[in-house]
């Protein structure tokens, strides 16, 4: 899903200068005088148009620059793209640190989810062990979270995923709403939509996402 948080920019607007035609009036008597300045005419020019949010994945490059993260993500978001195996060395990077640090790791392959392959992986941290707890997250931080993430958000998004997948599941959602007797006005979009299911799942009522096949929709 997207997470999908905007931020207002401020624009500042250059204002025109008041431009002063100095004009030469024609003859006339002197019974009819003719004004010999025109009225000040005062121009604006365009405002500048907003400035360009910066993408993901630009901010991820950004991130990747402080300490807790190895340089090796830094070299794989470099060229602003990830694939399927820089995405998995990052993350068999971070299990590798793990183990290493004493957790127990069980790596399963590969599932899919949002139309694209993810690793499949199991890590065994103790209930109350912030020791264990620490390791997990110090490790994931440091080979994987920035990569992961380009993966699992901005890759779908490119690809167009989350939209064939709300064109297809669309109608299926409002369909299941309706069944649960929750109400959905026309146009609402799939992130509303979804909303909407979230709150009846809250309720104890149906899980509308899952009896459509969102998790497992492959497009």
Known sequence: MRSA???RIDQARTWGTIVLLGLCAACAPASDPQPTTAPPTTTTTTAP???AQPSLADTL???AQGE????SQRDILADGDVSFEEYESAVDRALTCMREGGLTVDRRGTTEVDGQARIDYTVDTPSGDRTAAATLDSCYDRYARLVDTYWQAV???RDGYYARRDAALTPALQECLTRNDVTWAPGESMDELLLRAAELQEDGGADCPAEIGLAT???
């Open 155 to 157: 890759v779908p998004e």
């Open 49 to 51: 148009p907003p400035a």
């Open 217 to 219: 929709w492959s497009g």
């Open 61 to 63: 490059v950004a991130s």
């Open 68 to 71: 807790q993260f190895d340089q």
């Open 5 to 7: 948080r905007d931020r």
